[in-house]
């Protein structure tokens, strides 16, 4: 039940940033790690290593925090 949990809360996330046209969680890993997804899921999704994906979820947050001090 926990797995579909997940997949549910990204077509979710994903859903969100259609109707509303923005681009909220940037890249596709940040957006599976805000669903609940383990860094090796990720990888293993998108075809990527586990060293890339939490790599471009450090940048990914680390952008939305710059974001929010400019606001």
Do not use: C, W
């Amino acid at each position: 039940m926990d797995e579909l949990v997940k997949y549910m809360k990204a077509l979710t996330f994903l859903q969100l940033q259609v109707v509303t046209g923005s681009n909220v969680f940037g890249k596709p890993e940040l957006l599976l790690s805000k669903a609940g997804f383990q860094h090796r899921e990720i990888a293993d999704l998108l075809g990527k290593s586990q060293a890339a994906v939490a790599k471009a979820i450090s940048r990914g947050r680390a952008a939305k925090d710059q974001e929010g001090e400019h606001e």
